[in-house]
C-alpha cells in the first residue's frame, strides 16, 4: 500500500522527519508515538500536503514527489480520507453541507456529494444534527463529523489524525469501535496517528512507532509484545517474601509484585524455569506456575523510549 525510503522534512534548521523508510500492507495500522515524534507530518506528506524535504515514496503506486505536484497530488488525495488533529471546520456551514462540500473537492459531483453525506451522516448516528450549523455540534459530534468527511468520497485509505482527542470515555470507546468496523468489515486501510497506546490496541493490526522524528519498531502487535525469553511469571503458594529475598540472592530481578505472591522476572541468559523451583523448595515455598511473560504495548513502548535516549 505505501512504500517509503529515506524520507526527510525539515522545517528550517528544524527536522521534523530524518530517514523514514516503511513498507506498509493494507490493513489497519497505528502510527504510534509521543507529541512532535513526526506522526503529522508524516501524513501530511503521505496525503501530499507537504512535499518531502528528501527521499522517496509511493501510495498506492502514486509517487510522493519533492516538488509537491500538483495534478499528481489531486489524484491522490482521491485515494485518501484525511481526518486532522483541528477542527478543520467552517462557521456557517450545516454538517450535510460541510460533507457535501469536502465530497466535491475529492472529485464527487454535486448529487453525488449530497447522497454521500446523508449516507454517511446516517452511518455515524448524526442524522438528527445534519442541519445544524457546525458552530452548534459537541465536541463527540465534531469529531464524528471529521469522520464523515473523511469517508464522502468512499476511499481505500483513511489518515486519522488523534481521532480520539478531546473525548470522554463513552464517546471514545464509541470512535474507536467505528473505525474498527470501517477497516475490519469495510476493508478500509487505517493509519491511526496518536499518542495513546490503548487506541492501538483497540484498533490496529500492525504498529509503527515514531520517536524523534525516526522510525524505533515496526511489525504486528503480536511481534512487538513476543514473548522475551528472559521474562518469567512465578506465582507461589506459602510466605513469599523468603522467596522473594532467595531471587534476589540468586541474582534475579523482580520486575514486578502483584499481590505479593506472583512475581514477574527477568533471568540470566540461560535460566531454566526449574531453578524457581529449587528456589522455592529452599524458602519454604511451593510454586504454583512458572510461564514466559509477554511484554505489553505500553512496556515495549516506554522500553523503546528509553532506548532513544
Given at each position: 500500500m505505501i512504500q517509503l525510503t529515506d524520507i526527510t522534512r525539515s522545517f528550517g534548521s528544524y527536522q521534523a522527519l530524518r530517514g523514514v523508510t516503511l513498507?506498509?500492507?493494507?490493513?489497519?495500522?497505528?502510527?504510534?508515538?509521543?507529541?512532535?515524534?513526526?506522526?503529522?507530518?508524516?501524513?501530511?506528506?503521505?496525503?501530499?500536503?507537504?512535499?518531502?524535504?528528501?527521499?522517496?515514496?509511493?501510495?498506492?503506486?502514486?509517487?510522493?514527489?519533492?516538488?509537491?505536484?500538483?495534478?499528481?497530488?489531486?489524484?491522490?488525495?482521491?485515494?485518501?480520507?484525511?481526518?486532522?488533529?483541528?477542527?478543520?471546520?467552517?462557521?456557517?456551514l450545516r454538517g450535510v453541507d460541510y460533507v457535501a462540500l469536502a465530497g466535491e473537492l475529492y472529485g464527487l459531483s454535486r448529487k453525488q456529494a449530497i447522497r454521500r453525506a446523508h449516507e454517511v451522516l446516517t452511518y455515524l448516528?448524526?442524522?438528527?444534527?445534519?442541519?445544524?450549523?457546525?458552530?452548534?455540534?459537541?465536541?463527540?459530534?465534531?469529531?464524528?463529523?471529521?469522520?464523515?468527511?473523511?469517508?464522502?468520497?468512499?476511499?481505500?485509505?483513511?489518515?486519522?489524525?488523534?481521532?480520539?482527542?478531546?473525548?470522554?470515555?463513552?464517546?471514545?470507546?464509541?470512535?474507536?469501535?467505528?473505525?474498527?468496523?470501517?477497516?475490519?468489515?469495510?476493508?478500509?486501510?487505517?493509519?491511526l496517528s496518536t499518542h495513546l497506546l490503548a487506541d492501538v490496541e483497540a484498533v490496529a493490526e500492525q504498529v509503527v512507532i515514531l520517536f524523534?522524528?525516526?522510525?524505533?519498531?515496526?511489525?504486528?502487535?503480536a511481534e512487538l509484545c513476543a514473548r522475551r525469553a528472559e521474562r518469567f511469571l512465578i506465582r507461589v503458594q506459602g510466605e513469599p517474601d523468603p522467596f522473594a529475598g532467595a531471587l534476589a540472592t540468586a541474582g534475579i530481578n523482580v520486575v514486578e509484585r502483584k499481590n505479593r505472591t506472583d512475581f514477574r522476572v527477568s533471568v540470566p541468559l540461560g535460566w531454566q524455569p526449574a531453578n524457581a523451583?529449587?528456589?522455592?523448595?529452599?524458602?519454604?515455598?511451593?510454586?504454583?506456575?512458572?510461564?514466559?511473560?509477554?511484554?505489553?504495548?505500553?512496556e515495549m513502548f516506554l522500553r523503546t523510549a528509553r532506548s532513544t535516549n
Open positions: 513498507t506498509l500492507p493494507t490493513g489497519r495500522i497505528g502510527l504510534l508515538g509521543p507529541n512532535g515524534a513526526g506522526k503529522s507530518t508524516l501524513l501530511k506528506i503521505l496525503m501530499g500536503l507537504l512535499s518531502p524535504s528528501g527521499g522517496s515514496g509511493t501510495v498506492m503506486g502514486h509517487p510522493i514527489l519533492p516538488d509537491g505536484s500538483s495534478e499528481n497530488n489531486y489524484e491522490l488525495r482521491r485515494l485518501i480520507g484525511f481526518m486532522p488533529e483541528a477542527d478543520a471546520l467552517v462557521p456557517g448516528q448524526l442524522e438528527d444534527a445534519r442541519y445544524r450549523r457546525l458552530e452548534e455540534y459537541s465536541t463527540g459530534m465534531k469529531q464524528r463529523l471529521k469522520l464523515a468527511q473523511a469517508i464522502a468520497h468512499d476511499p481505500p485509505i483513511l489518515l486519522l489524525d488523534e481521532p480520539t482527542s478531546g473525548l470522554d470515555p463513552a464517546s471514545r470507546d464509541s470512535m474507536l469501535k467505528l473505525l474498527l468496523e470501517l477497516g475490519r468489515d469495510f476493508k478500509k486501510s487505517l493509519i524523534d522524528g525516526q522510525v524505533r519498531g515496526q511489525g504486528t502487535v523451583f529449587r528456589l522455592a523448595r529452599e524458602a519454604g515455598c511451593v510454586i504454583r506456575a512458572v510461564v514466559p511473560d509477554d511484554e505489553t504495548l505500553e
